[in-house]
């Protein structure tokens, strides 16, 4: 089970000892560092637009079983690798913070994959960031090389099922 604490000057998550442990420590462990917070939702650069008919399925599961996963952020730019509906989510709800799992947009292990035949790179995605416009509904798929082999980026993220109330609870407290 994963529970909210507060860590100099941000929120963090720490993670107590449960059924999932292993699996946890297994994802952690392939990455340089586990770092999760809470952040502003202004913070944050999207780069692909959503779709409405998934954003709806996503919200009625996140008001009714809470957030499992975090999005995931590249640390230095604010890009969003993975999490867009969930983002639009939280805006709807109007939440102004998120939680947030970094990793470092720059590490090789990185890479883009494509759900549809669109072919984009890092830079592509930049530059896309940059120019305030976005990407068509599910032109990039984050992928990260493991000893398994690529896997989407997710599957790196710790599962945190937090509810709204526990999220909205956190924020008044800040």
């Given at each position: 089970m994963l529970r909210w604490r507060q860590g100099i000057g941000r929120f963090i998550l720490s993670l107590e000892i449960g059924d999932s442990m292993d699996d946890h420590l297994t994802k952690?462990?392939?990455l340089e560092s586990f770092n999760v917070e809470l952040v502003s939702i202004h913070y944050l650069k999207p780069h692909e637009e959503i779709d409405n008919n998934r954003l709806t399925e996503i919200k009625e599961s996140i008001i009714?079983?809470?957030l499992k996963f975090p999005i995931v952020v590249d640390i230095?730019?604010?890009i969003i690798l993975d999490g867009h509906h969930r983002l639009a989510v939280f805006k709807e709800l109007e939440i102004d913070k998120i939680p947030v799992y970094y990793?470092?947009?720059s590490d090789k292990k990185i890479i883009i994959d494509t759900w549809n035949e669109i072919r984009v790179t890092k830079d592509?995605?930049?530059?896309?960031?940059n120019s305030g416009k976005l990407f068509p509904n599910k032109t990039?798929?984050?992928m990260i090389f493991s000893n398994n082999g690529y896997r989407h980026i997710s599957s790196i993220t710790p599962r945190?099922?937090?509810?709204?109330s526990e999220i909205l609870n956190t924020i008044k407290k800040q």
């Open positions: 952690i462990n392939e009714k079983e809470g230095e730019s604010k990793v470092n947009y592509d995605i930049i530059k896309m960031v990039t798929k984050h945190i099922n937090v509810n709204i």
